[in-house]
């Protein structure tokens, strides 16, 4: 008998796999796609030689990540590549606000009257990542965190809607690239808990950058796989598990999934009724004939660009989207990798992609919407499209059934399920099955390929099994 069996082989499944083999537990992945990787793959998804990230491509949270800096990934291939600028944040007149590594060239770009407000905001945190990641990266009610003070002060300010925050500055540059980091989360700007995210993202620039990994996405997951067979584990894909009886006798059968798709394979019935899906994306990649022609210069340096000029603008895409409307003028989160990774993309050539907020399971094109956003910011830009692959909110959901209905999140950031997911109970990562555990980002502490939410489901499982001899 197996002591564990982890179905889906996500960056949450495979670094739940990970540390369990390292304890000494037999453990094997079950991975229904062809590859390994759920929301971290790369593929050629429009020309030959041009290798898109069909989901997460930029990893903040994942160079700064405890649960990956614990691992010897670099060993097993992982490089990370920063580009000169993590995030630029255009604006009609040419301008950008940057979030650079440097504080102080961050607070500038946001104009005199904003720097010093900036610099007062960060200033706290700064130097003491390491300790943050840790406390805020898991179930805040799970043990005491290791930073209580550090702990209180960001939470008074990541509890606060990213609308709320942004009232301290008296600029349109300052608040608008807050709204947009707060946009990750893909939720109406004036949530609770909004201005968590784009603090955290903020502090993640400067403290670790937002690089992403040469090759691609791909190379995390390939990372993880490798490092789990040194220790012992196995992985099989392309075996889609119905059933739990499908899959080999095991002590623990640990889930990458998303509840719904857990509460069915495991007969829990309607255990997750009330967990709550959020809004869709849309996302074009595109192979282009040369560089997005910017007119921020400083866009033209970063590896993510934010395309949204105003927070009222961004608050209004995110509200449409999660009301139910399509938004005419969409927000924008692009990035582009081949500026700092040559292996993306021919020689001259390269890989740029975009995303917008759509409603849940919408099914209508957005593609012309998103390049008339672009060409607002880069007059040219459709000149240069060799090719796009473009995928709403179902194309999405088939390529990875963990994204309900487009959902890239796994589940809303609104409300109480900010915090509860997937519901009220002390140890998320349980069920009502004493054998089955959840592990995907449906669980604490959410979205984004950092494996946090499949480290603390392994140590949920350990001490289940230590338990029980």
């Given at each position: 008998?197996?002591?564990?069996?982890?179905?889906?082989?996500?960056?949450?499944?495979?670094?739940?796999?990970?540390?369990?083999?390292?304890?000494?537990?037999?453990?094997?992945?079950?991975?229904?796609?062809?590859?390994?990787?759920?929301?971290?793959?790369?593929?050629?998804?429009?020309?030959?030689?041009?290798?898109?990230?069909?989901?997460?491509?930029?990893?903040?949270?994942?160079?700064?990540?405890?649960?990956?800096?614990?691992?010897?990934?670099?060993?097993?291939?992982?490089?990370?590549?920063?580009?000169?600028?993590?995030?630029?944040?255009?604006?009609?007149?040419?301008?950008?606000?940057?979030?650079?590594?440097?504080?102080?060239?961050?607070?500038?770009?946001?104009?005199?009257?904003?720097?010093?407000?900036?610099?007062?905001?960060?200033?706290?945190?700064?130097?003491?990542?390491?300790?943050?990641?840790?406390?805020?990266?898991?179930?805040?009610?799970?043990?005491?965190?290791?930073?209580?003070?550090?702990?209180?002060?960001?939470?008074?300010?990541?509890?606060?809607?990213?609308?709320?925050?942004?009232?301290?500055?008296?600029?349109?540059?300052?608040?608008?690239?807050l709204a947009g980091m707060a946009g990750h989360a893909i939720a109406p700007s004036g949530g609770f808990g909004t201005a968590g995210p784009a603090l955290l993202f903020a502090l993640a620039g400067h403290a670790v950058g937002w690089p992403v990994p040469r090759g691609g996405s791909q190379a995390i997951s390939d990372a993880l796989g490798s490092y789990l067979r040194e220790q012992g584990g196995a992985i099989h894909v392309g075996v889609e598990v119905k059933r739990l009886d499908e899959l080999p006798p095991a002590r623990a059968y640990v889930f990458d999934t998303s509840p719904t798709a857990l509460a069915r394979i495991a007969g829990l019935g309607d255990a997750y009724r009330r967990f709550r899906y959020g809004a869709g994306v849309f996302k074009v990649d595109y192979a282009l004939d040369g560089p997005v022609p910017w007119t921020a210069q400083e866009a033209r340096r970063a590896g993510t660009v934010h395309v949204g000029p105003t927070s009222g603008e961004i608050g209004a895409a995110l509200r449409a989207a999660t009301k139910g409307h399509a938004p005419a003028v969409p927000f924008l989160i692009t990035a582009q990798p081949s500026l700092i990774d040559d292996s993306r993309a021919p020689a001259g050539k390269h890989t740029f992609w975009a995303y917008g907020h759509v409603p849940r399971g919408w099914d209508g094109d957005a593609t012309e919407a998103i390049e008339r956003q672009i060409e607002r910011f880069a007059p040219g830009f459709r000149d240069l499209v060799l090719a796009r692959a473009v995928a709403g909110p179902p194309r999405i959901a088939a390529r990875n059934a963990n994204y309900v209905d487009g959902d890239i999140a796994c589940g809303a950031f609104e409300g109480l399920q900010t915090v509860i997911r997937p519901k009220l109970t002390r140890v998320p990562y349980t069920t009502a099955h004493p054998s089955v555990f959840l592990c995907s980002s449906a669980t604490p502490p959410g979205p984004g390929v950092h494996g946090m939410s499949g480290h603390h489901a392994a140590h949920a499982v350990w001490r289940r099994l230590r338990g029980h001899g």
């Open positions: 008998m197996l002591d564990a069996v982890v179905v889906g082989a996500g960056p949450n499944g495979l670094t739940a796999a990970v540390e369990l083999a390292r304890r000494g537990l037999a453990v094997e992945v079950f991975e229904a796609a062809g590859t390994i990787g759920g929301g971290a793959r790369t593929e050629e998804l429009t020309l030959p030689g041009y290798r898109h990230d069909p989901c997460s491509a930029v990893h903040p949270l994942g160079v700064g990540s405890p649960a990956f800096r614990a691992m010897p990934l670099a060993r097993h291939g992982l490089e990370w590549l920063h580009p000169e600028l993590p995030l630029a944040h255009p604006f009609p007149d040419g301008t950008a606000a940057v979030l650079a590594r440097s504080v102080g060239e961050t607070a500038m770009s946001l104009g005199p009257r904003d720097a010093g407000t900036y610099r007062r905001l960060v200033a706290p945190y700064l130097g003491r990542w390491d300790t943050l990641a840790r406390d805020f990266l898991r179930t805040q009610w799970n043990g005491l965190p290791a930073d209580p003070v550090g702990w209180a002060r960001f939470g008074l300010h990541a509890a606060q809607p990213v609308s709320l925050l942004t009232r301290r500055f008296r600029d349109e540059k300052a608040r608008a690239i």
